[in-house]
């Protein structure tokens, strides 16, 4: 498919640009443009019912009152990163993983799947577009939001006939603020994420929607991010509002939650995962409970406790709190392998370390 190329008006000039990225913080400065691909039942192509793509300037949405997603909240998004290589070109970090589970979220909320090839194709297009907002500052990014979401005007529970799939880019530095060597996690007991046949696999707005109220207790309460239980037992760890976890242990394993429709398949999880075996360590996906947390890290049989995700990277969790007490993991601070990790994880995506695994692709 071809992308129309649309003039922009009025870009940001030069100046007001470089004063913009000089100090970006994370989501909140975006680039002069955006991509918009358009789908309808009843169109025929060679792609289904994706049509009409284009790159033009970021722009307000006009949507009628009874878009569809303002009703039933068909809404998906993906978040994944640009970045600028030693020789000044860019790359993306395993893309068509995004495309892939941009599509597993689509068929859980009945949407219309995108072809993976025009997925990382638009990704493309908007970073070789807008590659003077990179930001040359320590842990710069160009962070890339792909959405859909139903476009259909119509009051009805069924599944919509019209979407939209957008792009945006925003410059980013370090997610979390420079001098926190590791988070404070709170454990909810009275929310859950997800449930058992719902939609926690899914990357879709509602699941963050129901995140905030516990993390906004957990910040009340003097913690950086919120752990949830599973819903069923109230025991088993599942995940942070956006992050996933893995447990190191002084015997050189490690477990990670399993995946089982109620916790998000991260990319960063699944790739965290491959980078630990390469270092000979053994990792088990099994379930974790939260009394077995505690215990492990007052015996000191846990070592290490790491959130991941695309925004945060690798963030050790230092200290664990919840209506019945706290706990501190190792010292509370950064351990080896969350270091090690990270800067392993971070070199492969900048290309400043091998690539073993072909994940990066160059644009």
């Not at 219309?112 to 990382?120: G, H």
């Not at 990357?203 to 991010?225: C, F, M, R, W």
């Not at 491959?274 to 099994?286: I, K, N, Y």
């Amino acid at each position: 498919m071809d992308f129309a190329q649309l003039p922009h008006p009025a870009p940001v000039p030069g100046e007001s640009r470089a004063q913009a990225i000089a100090d970006p913080g994370f989501g909140s400065v975006f680039t002069d443009h955006m991509v918009t691909i358009d789908y309808h039942a009843d169109h025929s192509g060679d792609l289904g019912g994706w049509h009409d793509a284009r790159i033009g300037p970021r722009e307000a949405l006009s949507l009628d009152p009874a878009c569809a997603v303002l009703h039933y909240a068909q809404e998906i998004f993906e978040g994944l990163k640009a970045y600028r290589h030693p020789d000044g070109s860019f790359a993306l970090f395993r893309p068509y993983e995004n495309a892939r589970r941009l599509n597993q979220s689509a068929e859980r909320l009945a949407m219309p799947t995108l072809p993976e090839d025009l997925f990382v194709e638009a990704c493309r297009q908007l970073v070789l577009k807008d590659r003077d907002w990179f930001p040359d500052i320590e842990g710069g990014s160009l962070y890339l939001r792909p959405f859909m979401f139903a476009s259909e005007a119509f009051l009805g529970v069924r599944p919509a006939r019209e979407y939209k799939f957008i792009v945006i880019a925003s410059p980013v530095g370090n997610y979390f603020k420079s001098g926190v060597p590791a988070v404070s996690i709170w454990v909810s007991q009275d929310y859950v994420r997800a449930a058992p046949g719902g939609t926690g696999a899914a990357k879709t707005g509602g699941n963050y929607a129901a995140s905030l109220v516990p993390q906004a207790e957990a910040i009340a309460k003097g913690h950086d991010q919120v752990v949830f239980l599973d819903a069923v037992e109230r025991r088993w760890i599942e995940e942070l509002g956006g992050m996933n976890l893995f447990f190191a242990f002084a015997d050189g394993s490690v477990i990670t939650p399993p995946l089982g429709g109620t916790i998000l398949p991260g990319i960063t999880r699944d790739s965290l995962i491959a980078l630990l075996r390469d270092e000979g360590l053994t990792v088990r996906e099994e379930r974790y409970a939260i009394d077995q947390w505690r215990a492990d890290a007052e015996s000191g049989r846990l070592v290490e406790t790491l959130a991941c995700g695309t925004a945060a990277v690798v963030t050790p969790v230092g200290k664990v709190a919840g209506p019945d007490g706290g706990f501190t993991i190792g010292s509370g601070g950064p351990g080896q392998l969350a270091g090690k990790l990270r800067d392993r994880l971070v070199g492969i995506q900048k290309g400043t370390q091998p690539d073993p695994h072909g994940w990066v692709v160059r644009l």
